[in-house]
């Protein structure tokens, strides 16, 4: 297991876009609450990661996906988030402007929109699940749950210093940072949609 799945994951996440998002909802909160965010969120992001690694190729065998067509649809879908970031949008950020309003008004919005799905969505599961395929060892597989952890602190760090990286890079910064990301993510998309094709059509191999 190499560092791809890594990359790849913090390409997807990439928490530095959402920093303005984790501002806005945060707006009012005190310390204590922002810090109760921060933790769940960044928990919750390592959490879905975790899951999909264990548990996600088992869900492909329970609904008999074989995991070509399952490389071909997620590397549409990672091609498609690609495309958002390449555009300075956040990869997974699919949320309506109804379900944003409704959320600023929640208790807590750590779970839901912030993880789900601005932080980790369907992109981020379906590129786990793609790689747990590829672990073939205890380690490896524990490699891949290792990644969820850098991933959610990662996030922790980020929205902890969201004010000062915001004062700092500024939107234009931070859409540079997502532009970049992006490229690099549209290259493992074609990468992964190749991988899966070549194994449903075996003669494009040859």
Not at 30 to 40: D, F, V, Y
Not at 128 to 133: G, H, K, L, S
Not at 170 to 182: C, D, E, K, P, S
Request: charged letters at 10%; aromatic letters at 8%; one cysteine or more.
């Amino acid at each position: 297991m190499n560092f791809k799945p890594l990359i790849t994951l913090l390409a997807i996440v990439n928490p530095l876009a959402i920093v303005p998002f984790f501002i806005h909802y945060t707006q009012g909160f005190s310390a204590a609450q922002r810090k109760r965010t921060i933790l769940i969120s960044s928990f919750s992001a390592f959490a879905v990661i975790a899951v999909c690694a264990v548990v996600g190729l088992q869900v492909l065998e329970f609904f008999s996906i074989s995991l070509a067509s399952f490389q071909v649809g997620g590397g549409m879908l990672l091609l498609t988030s690609a495309l958002s970031m390449l555009n300075a949008q956040p990869a997974e950020a699919k949320a309506t402007r109804g379900e944003v309003d409704d959320a600023a008004t929640k208790a807590s919005i750590a779970v839901v929109p912030l993880t789900i799905p601005l932080l980790t969505g369907p992109a981020t599961m379906s590129t786990v699940v793609i790689y747990a395929d590829q672990a073939k060892t205890f380690f490896q597989h524990a490699a891949l749950v290792g990644y969820g952890v850098v991933v959610g602190l990662a996030t922790a760090v980020c929205f902890a210093a969201a004010k000062p990286i915001a004062r700092v890079l500024g939107q234009t910064g931070i859409n540079v940072m997502t532009r970049l990301m992006g490229l690099i993510l549209a290259a493992l998309a074609v990468e992964v949609m190749a991988a899966g094709l070549v194994k449903l059509f075996p003669a494009l191999g040859a």
